[in-house]
């Protein structure tokens, strides 16, 4: 137990030191191959050096170490999660997962496994930069649409100008591909949720994860002057923009298990005393079942391009994402749990399977390799914000279930 409070103590240490790595100056925020992520990534590679891992960065700038097994043609387990982050992010979500696959590592005091271990800190899982989420894990997934590095951030740098900003060569992508002794994938992530603190668990085992679309919105009206402009005349997008706001909130109100979300709004020409001309807003829609999620998905379009017919302007709209819901590999999930229950203290309840709202690059990931997740308490439920922590108990629970998981892993 002793070791595992020390390693857990490490793991939180590595991702205080990891949280000062950031674009912003009082807040956490590393975008696609931005230059704190160099800092990452040295930070990362001395400590797996020092385990004897071999450590590169892969054309799509994912961090990999590989810890090998006992053999030379040994499979191996992939561990990973992401190491990019939400503008104003907390210090855990996709983090966490990475330094723990370190921490796994560490933990084997040099013990070699009858398979190898890959830990890999993913590049772009958020899609904050480009607005296309997963860049790295779909490199690793060998499911990387090239047609993305031409997708350029609000600055005009294309991804791949980005790629080759950061030292690396877009045109070797394809290399990034894991090979077919990649045999499994596990990821460790915050809940980001209220589901476990409110079950009084410290971990989850991930059953599956929600499918999500996500888009990108525009309303067309006419830009004029606030003062002369009668009301009956204007043709306002950013009103428009809010009636629809609003009828996608009533939309997934009013759908068991539907969450959907208008989390940015840029109006345009942007000045207090001109109507707004055009809105560009995002839409992210959630939901377990793809049918479900596919019709609401449909229905509020349709409002979209009804409330423009009605108020004379057009509605546009760009699907950047549509990721359907994925299941985890049965057979791991039991794993997961069972890894769950030897890390729980004596009378426990049955480990908690359940489904992620969030998606992680484990449902990329998923469609290369089976995978698992497992889920540790969000205390407040909280993330994507910098109130978001984890607990040193939960993190000692999660690093000896891990180390169960892997002793009970046959590959
Ligand atoms: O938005 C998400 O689901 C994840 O945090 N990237
Ligand atoms: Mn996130
Ligand atoms: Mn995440």
Same mark, same amino acid.
């Given at each position: 137990?002793?070791?595992?409070?020390?390693?857990?103590?490490?793991v939180l240490?590595c991702c205080?030191?990891?949280?000062?790595?950031?674009?912003?100056?009082?807040?956490?925020?590393?975008?696609?191959?931005?230059?704190?992520?160099?800092?990452?990534?040295?930070?990362?590679?001395?400590?797996?050096?020092?385990?004897?891992?071999?450590?590169?960065?892969?054309?799509?700038?994912?961090?990999?170490?590989?810890?090998?097994?006992?053999?030379?043609?040994?499979?191996?387990?992939?561990?990973?999660s992401?190491?990019?982050?939400?503008?104003?992010?907390?210090a855990y979500d996709g983090v966490l997962g990475v330094v723990m696959?370190?921490?796994?590592?560490?933990?084997?005091?040099?013990?070699?496994?009858?398979?190898?271990?890959?830990?890999?800190?993913?590049?772009?899982?958020?899609?904050?930069?480009?607005?296309?989420?997963?860049?790295?894990?779909?490199?690793?997934? #060998?499911?990387?649409?090239?047609?993305?590095?031409?997708?350029?951030?609000?600055?005009? %740098?294309?991804?791949?100008?980005?790629?080759?900003?950061?030292?690396?060569?877009?045109?070797?992508?394809?290399?990034?591909?894991?090979?077919?002794?990649?045999?499994?994938?596990?990821?460790i992530h915050i809940?980001?949720?209220?589901?476990?603190?409110?079950?009084?668990?410290?971990?989850?085992?991930?059953?599956?994860?929600?499918?999500?679309?996500?888009?990108?919105?525009?309303?067309?009206?006419?830009?004029?002057?606030?003062?002369?402009?009668?009301?009956?005349?204007?043709?306002?997008?950013?009103?428009?923009?809010?009636?629809?706001?609003?009828?996608?909130?009533?939309?997934?109100?009013?759908?068991?298990?539907?969450?959907?979300?208008?989390?940015?709004?840029?109006?345009?020409?942007?000045?207090?005393?001109?109507?707004?001309?055009?809105?560009?807003?995002?839409?992210? %829609?959630?939901?377990?079942?793809?049918?479900?999620?596919?019709?609401?998905?449909?229905?509020? %379009?349709?409002?979209?391009?009804?409330?423009?017919?009605?108020?004379?302007?057009?509605?546009?709209?760009?699907?950047?994402?549509?990721?359907?819901?994925?299941?985890?590999?049965?057979?791991?999930?039991?794993?997961?749990?069972?890894?769950?229950?030897?890390?729980?203290?004596? #009378?426990?309840?049955?480990?908690?399977?359940?489904?992620?709202?969030?998606?992680?690059?484990?449902?990329?990931?998923?469609?290369?390799?089976?995978?698992?997740?497992?889920?540790v308490?969000?205390?407040?439920?909280?993330?994507?914000?910098?109130?978001?922590?984890v607990?040193?108990?939960?993190v000692?629970?999660a690093?000896?279930?891990?180390?169960?998981?892997?002793?009970?892993?046959?590959?």
């Amino acid at each position: 137990m002793e070791s595992f409070d020390h390693s857990a103590r490490a793991v939180l240490a590595c991702c205080d030191e990891l949280s000062h790595y950031s674009e912003a100056p009082a807040s956490i925020e590393r975008t696609f191959l931005s230059a704190p992520i160099h800092d990452v990534h040295r930070h990362l590679r001395a400590w797996m050096e020092r385990l004897g891992m071999r450590v590169w960065v892969d054309a799509a700038g994912n961090l990999r170490g590989v810890y090998a097994g006992e053999r030379a043609d040994e499979k191996r387990l992939v561990i990973g999660s992401h190491l990019d982050t939400v503008p104003n992010a907390g210090a855990y979500d996709g983090v966490l997962g990475v330094v723990m696959g370190v921490a796994l590592v560490e933990l084997l005091r040099d013990e070699r496994l009858a398979y190898g271990i890959e830990v890999i800190g993913f590049s772009e899982e958020e899609g904050v930069r480009f607005g296309v989420p997963f860049l790295g894990s779909h490199a690793v997934a #060998g499911s990387f649409d090239r047609t993305v590095l031409d997708r350029r951030d609000q600055a005009g %740098v294309s991804v791949a100008d980005a790629i080759r900003a950061f030292g690396l060569n877009p045109d070797e992508i394809g290399s990034a591909a894991l090979d077919s002794n990649a045999a499994a994938y596990l990821e460790i992530h915050i809940e980001q949720g209220p589901v476990l603190e409110k079950a009084g668990q410290a971990l989850g085992a991930v059953s599956s994860i929600a499918g999500q679309t996500r888009a990108a919105v525009t309303f067309r009206g006419k830009a004029n002057h606030a003062g002369t402009t009668p009301m009956a005349l204007r043709r306002d997008a950013l009103c428009a923009a809010a009636e629809w706001i609003l009828a996608v909130e009533r939309e997934a109100r009013a759908t068991h298990g539907l969450v959907a979300t208008v989390g940015k709004i840029d109006a345009a020409p942007g000045a207090g005393n001109v109507i707004a001309g055009e809105v560009q807003a995002t839409l992210d %829609v959630r939901h377990g079942v793809d049918q479900v999620r596919e019709r609401a998905f449909r229905t509020i %379009v349709r409002a979209g391009e009804e409330i423009a017919r009605r108020r004379g302007l057009l509605f546009s709209h760009d699907v950047r994402l549509n990721q359907a819901a994925v299941p985890m590999n049965p057979d791991l999930l039991a794993l997961a749990a069972e890894s769950i229950a030897a890390a729980s203290p004596p #009378g426990a309840p049955a480990p908690m399977r359940m489904v992620s709202g969030a998606g992680h690059d484990a449902m990329v990931l998923a469609a290369r390799v089976p995978s698992a997740m497992i889920f540790v308490r969000s205390p407040g439920g909280v993330s994507h914000h910098p109130d978001e922590t984890v607990l040193l108990q939960d993190v000692q629970a999660a690093l000896m279930a891990g180390s169960y998981f892997l002793r009970k892993l046959s590959l």
